[in-house]
Nanobody, 123 residues
Framework: QVQLVESGGGLVQAGGSLRLSCAAS????????MGWFRQAPGKEREFVAF????????DYVDSVKGRFTISRDNAKNTMYLQMNSLKPEDTAIYYC????????????????WGQGTQVTVSS
């Protein structure tokens, strides 16, 4: 059964960096587009970044453009989110997800989710 497992979260000071990883089991990782979402306490889960299966296309929510970089290594069945210049408002649980169909910025377009990894940015 295919699973997604996030890692790399933690506590960091404002201005610092973290690199999140999303490891996928199974052999079909490379055929799927993937995304990162985050959910802060009391807020809805929101889109952060998207990458297509061939790594030819990426997109980001405006609030992270220029600071975050999404990437993937299909040979390793792993997706990454490099987060630089972190701000306290980036504090959230970060989830990776497998895109199924439809618009890539909405949660209902994803059919498989990881358990999440906590990112906390102190001021």
């Amino acid at each position: 059964q295919v699973q997604l497992v996030e890692s790399g979260g933690g506590l960091v000071q404002a201005g610092g960096s973290l690199r999140l990883s999303c490891a996928a089991s199974g052999r079909t990782f490379s055929v799927y587009n993937m995304g990162w979402f985050r959910q802060a306490p009391g807020k809805e889960r929101e889109f952060v970044a998207f990458i297509n299966r061939s790594v030819a296309s990426t997109d980001y929510v405006d609030s992270v453009k220029g600071r975050f970089t999404i990437s993937r290594d299909n040979a390793k069945n792993t997706m990454y989110l490099q987060m630089n210049s972190l701000k306290p408002e980036d504090t959230a649980i970060y989830y990776c997800a497998r895109h199924a169909l439809g618009g890539y910025a909405t949660t209902r377009s994803y059919d498989l989710w990881g358990q999440g990894t906590q990112v906390t940015v102190s001021s």
